[in-house]
């Protein structure tokens, strides 16, 4: 929901997942349009918008994701777009606030992957770490495709933005940079490698007890069109290929293993379970009657 600004509302909600809780962040949204859609014809993918009742031209939404409890202290799952995006989005510090979580509170910031929308709000307007307290973890992979000088130097002028704005988001880190190689990265997290959409891109395992949320990050950007037909990519793959690959193994595995999911791009509050339908799949969301997964 919108106010009359046209800037969106923060949002959070709390899910329990055993002694931990999961509370989705939403950055808001920015206005896409089928030309970002790869893999199918652009037709199609309107009419799986218009049947799926969303605009023909997608609204892509974004969250971030914050766990606490376990006397732990707060970590972070992505930081949304910050000043790098659209007036409609930079919500999570406003978000964080209502979830009654100061950003110099936060002690590990975990990155599913460095594109801007997940990246930028690690950094103030001033260049300044907007986390000052935390350590910033990604993974090798990730690290190493986006943040060299030879990496920005190699890269292709439509695409050095993005290699720039990594850099820029992460450079107030430089001292508190964990690059990983798989592992608990913290107690009840472990990435989950989900290459394509980057190289180094992963999502994130949240496990307690016997109780687990996945949060896949990108596997999904645009949900009317992708659950129907996974075919469907984005052009902001670095691998098509291999992102496509990554999101049919995706589903499959949590349709059948029944996995309480969570996306960024997923519509709030991102939480829910994926089932087959016909040759696609539908998202599920959960229902919300206080918080128990």
Not at 1 to 30: E, Q
Not at 65 to 74: D, E, Q, V, Y
Not at 90 to 115: C, K, M, N, W, Y
Not at 120 to 147: F, I
Request: net charge negative; proline share 8%; charged share 20%.
């Amino acid at each position: 929901m919108a106010d009359g600004s046209n800037k969106p509302l923060p949002g959070v909600l709390r899910w329990n997942v055993g002694d931990l809780t999961v509370t989705a962040l939403n950055d808001g949204w920015f206005q896409g349009s089928l030309d970002l859609v790869t893999g199918i014809p652009k037709e199609e993918a309107g009419a799986l918008q218009r049947a799926g009742f969303r605009p023909e031209a997608p609204i892509v939404t974004l969250n971030a994701f914050l766990i606490t409890g376990a006397g732990r202290k707060p970590v972070l799952i992505d930081s949304g777009y910050g000043h790098f995006g659209p007036e409609t989005m930079g919500r999570v510090p406003a978000a964080l606030a209502l979830a009654g979580v100061s950003p110099d509170e936060i002690e590990t910031v975990l990155l599913t992957h460095l594109h801007p929308d997940h990246a930028g709000g690690l950094v103030k307007q001033d260049g300044s770490a907007a986390y000052a307290n935390a350590e910033l973890v990604v993974h090798a992979d990730e690290a190493a495709h986006w943040l060299p000088d030879e990496a920005l130097s190699r890269a292709p002028d439509a695409a050095k933005p993005y290699f720039e704005n990594a850099r820029k988001a992460v450079a107030p880190y430089a001292s508190r940079l964990r690059k990983h190689e798989g592992g608990e990265l913290v107690p009840g997290i472990t990435p989950v490698p989900l290459p394509g959409h980057t190289p180094g891109h992963c999502g994130m395992r949240i496990v307690s007890g016997d109780k687990s949320l996945f949060m896949w990050t990108d596997v999904v950007h645009m949900p009317a069109i992708q659950f129907k037909q996974p075919e469907a990519g984005v052009a902001f793959d670095v691998d098509g290929e291999q992102a496509r690959a990554t999101r049919k193994r995706v589903f499959d595995e949590v349709a059948t293993e029944k996995s309480l999911i969570a996306g960024s791009h997923l519509e709030f509050p991102a939480l829910g379970h994926v089932a087959r339908d016909g040759a696609g799949y539908s998202f599920v969301p959960v229902l919300w009657v206080g918080g128990e997964a």
